[in-house]
């Protein structure tokens, strides 16, 4: 019965609709910041080493045990935020007043797994930078997010190593996205002197409550599931 199931339900996907929910996912999202402003930014996956050690994530940080090294210079990304802040650095001055970005792609850490960890997953990092840079406007704008995706959420303080006090953005226990409302210190090693606020989403993270998935893996990068449906048959 199982099998007929699955059978069933991916043959109805490609009769019907066609489109994978990660990648209509990141469609749906882009339309959204686009269509409020936010320029689209497609940075390297493969980035300088040095890049993470300069977000302060230094061998004492538990996060640098999981980037993922290519070699003495290079790694995998673990999130947007390094060349993101070098796009904010680029275009300030150059783009009007207040710069709003952002990007969508697959980052990497390594995890000792979970039901809500990948070690290759997709992250979404909004930031605005300039004028309007206050708590409300970002907490507004999440709302405003996760409503368009008809998502419950709540916001709770807490902190990080990187960024010091962060805003939570949590769906039950899980926790959907960590925001900051800006300065903070480290902009200098970035060349950053203006306000800003961010927030970085995990794409699979919204897919499992969306779908209702138990396992994050249903909604990733998969060979196992197409769209949550075990392709195993
Ligand atoms: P957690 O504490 O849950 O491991 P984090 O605080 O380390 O997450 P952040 O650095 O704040 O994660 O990353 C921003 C967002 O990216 C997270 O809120 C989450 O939605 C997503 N994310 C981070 N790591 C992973 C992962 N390994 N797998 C899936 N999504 C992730
Ligand atoms: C919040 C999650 C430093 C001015 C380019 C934007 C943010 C995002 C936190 C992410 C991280 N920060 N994974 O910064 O939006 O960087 O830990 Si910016
Ligand atoms: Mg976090």
Known sequence: MLVSRRKNDLQQMYAEDREDYLGKLERTITKFFVDRGFLEIKTPIIIPAEYVERMGINSDVELSKQVFRIDKNLCLRPMLAPTLYNCLRKFDNVLPDPIKIFEIGPCYRKESDGKEHLEEFTMLNFCQ???????????????????????????????????????????????????????????????????????????ERLLKVKHGFKNIRRGSRSESYYNGIPTKI
Not at 143 to 161: A, N, R
Not at 179 to 189: F, K, Y
Request: with cysteine; charged share 25%; proline share 4%.
């Open 129 to 203: 930078m300039g004028s309007g840079c206050t708590r409300e406007n970002l907490e507004a704008l999440i709302k405003e997010f996760l409503d368009f995706l008809e998502i419950d959420f709540e916001i709770v303080g807490d902190s990080c190593m990187v960024y010091g006090d962060t805003l939570d953005v949590m769906h039950g226990d899980m926790e959907l996205s960590s925001a900051v409302v800006g300065p903070v210190p480290m902009d200098r090693d970035w060349g950053i002197d203006k306000p800003w606020i961010g927030a970085g989403f995990g794409l």
